[in-house]
């Protein structure tokens, strides 16, 4: 088995979200690196990283997330973009360009035809001639105006998550690993139209994940995750019977609450269980709309 236990600091096993920053500057360059060079469903990479660096427009994200991670100046905002604008637009420019040389090839074919008979008129000679085009050259021309439906379904929308997400945990990832820490901001939700416009976002994007990165200025005691048994599965779904099962839920609540406890500041009473039971009556009306959002933002989700 390989040596797993050489990984610079173990990052990856002592993840915890930090949610207060030093005021010292961090090496953003390189961060935005290591969310670009995530892997990208199909190579597509279609995501878009923006960089808060305007004082204003932080406040104003900051008044949609209503988070107080938010309300401090320290530490670097990034929006992470669900785009498959750029390839759409890249696809269109490719398709045209194609056209275009099609269209200079049936010009040219005519012209050679007219100069060698003295005529322009389409005889068999001139169809055959037209019949010898690479068949892809036409389709494309065909294509220069299609629908872009490859790049606004489902599929489409989800690959763009995947890199959006993805790269954000890889810049996340990197950064935990050289000792600085961050809190994603799902919260960025929930004004997604408000965001869009604030950052001039174009049809085919949509804003998915706010992540803020900076030196921890504290150190909070890790969250306690649910045990494998119940979480990982080997071949198939985790096969648990009914009294392991209740027993590892009821094990688990014990320490959710003993973690919750002792957590300072913020100390609080809660279960695992309370916990989610507490999520499935939370008011999430502000967030019904995300799927009217996404079809105005031309992704064709029904
Ligand atoms: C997609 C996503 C969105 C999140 N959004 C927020 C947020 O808006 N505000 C916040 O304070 N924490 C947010 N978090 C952090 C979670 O609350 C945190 O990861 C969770 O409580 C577990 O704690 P830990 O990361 O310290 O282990 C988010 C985490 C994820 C994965």
């Known amino acids: 088995m390989t040596d797993m236990s050489r990984q610079p600091n173990e990052a990856a096993l002592r993840h915890r979200t930090i949610r207060h920053f030093k005021p010292v500057p961090i090496d953003v360059k390189t961060l935005e690196n290591a969310a670009r060079a995530t892997a990208s469903s199909e190579y597509l990479q279609s995501f878009t990283l923006i960089h808060v660096t305007d004082p204003n427009l932080r406040h104003a994200i900051a008044a949609i997330s209503g988070s107080q991670v938010l309300q401090q ?34 010009a040219d074919t005519r ?48 690959a763009g998550v995947f890199d959006a997400t993805l790269a954000a945990q890889n810049m996340l990832g990197y950064a935990e690993a050289n000792g600085l820490g961050g809190c994603y901001l799902g919260s960025i939700l929930n004004d997604p139209r408000q965001l869009i416009n604030l950052l001039h976002l174009p049809k085919y994007t949509f804003p998915i994940l706010g992540l803020i990165l900076g030196v921890p200025a504290d150190e909070p005691k890790q969250k ?51 916990l989610v039971v507490r999520h499935l009556t939370a008011d999430q009306h502000h967030r019904d709309d995300i ?7 031309g992704f064709e989700l029904e």
């Open 291 to 297: 799927g009217t959002i996404l079809r105005e933002q």
């Open 111 to 158: 012209v050679t035809y007219a100069k060698t008979t003295g005529s322009t008129k389409s005889t068999n000679a001139f169809r055959d001639a037209i019949r010898n085009i690479p068949r892809e050259t036409i389709l494309a021309d065909a294509l220069s105006n299609a629908p872009m439906h490859t790049f606004t379904n489902w599929n489409a929308f989800l």
């Open 224 to 274: 306690p995750r649910l045990p494998s048994l119940l979480t990982v599965g080997e071949n198939g779904y985790p096969s648990v019977n009914e009294k392991e099962w209740n027993e590892a839920v009821d094990t688990y609540d014990r320490t959710v609450a003993a973690y919750y406890d002792s957590r300072d500041p913020n100390p609080r009473a809660e279960t695992f269980s309370a």
């Open 73 to 106: 100046e320290n530490g670097e905002l990034f929006i992470f973009v669900v785009d498959t604008n750029r390839d759409i637009r890249i696809a269109r420019r490719a398709l045209a360009k194609q056209a275009a040389a099609t269209s200079k090839r049936h």
